[in-house]
Structure formats: C-alpha cells, structure tokens
Nanobody, 115 residues
C-alpha cells in the first residue's frame, strides 16, 4: 500500500520559515520523481517545486529564491524548506510521487501565513 505522509505545516507570521516533509512508503522512492503542489481556497492546485529521481530541481517563479526542495533517498523522504513566507503562500501543500503511468498524492498539510 502506497502512502505519502506530509508533515510540518502550521501557522507562521509573514517572513517566517517552515520545513515540510513527505515520508513515502510502499514505493521504490529513489526511482520516483517527487513534487510539492499547493491549493489555496477557491484556486486550482498549482505546482510549487519538483525534484527528479537524480536530484534535478525545478520550482515555480513565485517561490524561487525562497523555497528549496530536496530529497533523502536513504530515508524515503522529500522536503520543502520555505523561507520568507508571505500571506499568499497560504494553502494546503500536497506531496506527489510520479513516474510513467503512476501518480500518487498525499493527504496534504495546511500552511497558513498570517500575523
């Protein structure tokens, strides 16, 4: 059974930081492309950042220079370090694992940026 479990969300003030984690089980983690997506109320789910199985990263323009995606294949875990957080970063953040013909999602973790 495949499980992607996000953690690390919460309420922080603007300018603060959070580190999200996504722990995977039931898949051969190291061969999957991984990604973080987010969905704000009333908006479509959008890409935040991705990391390939060999560690190549990509991120949305809106988070460049503030967010960093990484993975630890020994721990079957992906991370998203989020710095200089803004109110517009408020959303549910989802973990995704993908490869050809296969796509898995976590249940999401709430991130709220507010003073």
């Amino acid at each position: 059974q495949v499980q992607l479990v996000e953690s690390g969300g919460g309420l922080v003030q603007p300018g603060g930081s959070l580190r999200l984690s996504c722990a995977a089980s039931g898949i051969i983690f190291r061969i999957y492309g991984m990604g973080w997506y987010r969905q704000a109320p009333g908006k479509q789910r959008e890409l935040v950042a991705t990391i390939t199985s060999v560690g190549r990263t990509n991120c949305a323009d809106s988070v460049k220079g503030r967010f960093t995606i990484s993975r630890d294949n020994a721990k079957d875990t992906m991370y998203l370090q989020m710095n200089s957080l803004k109110p517009e970063d408020t959303a549910v953040y989802y973990c995704n694992a993908a490869m050809v013909h296969t796509n898995y999602w976590g249940q999401g973790t709430q991130v709220t940026i507010s003073s």
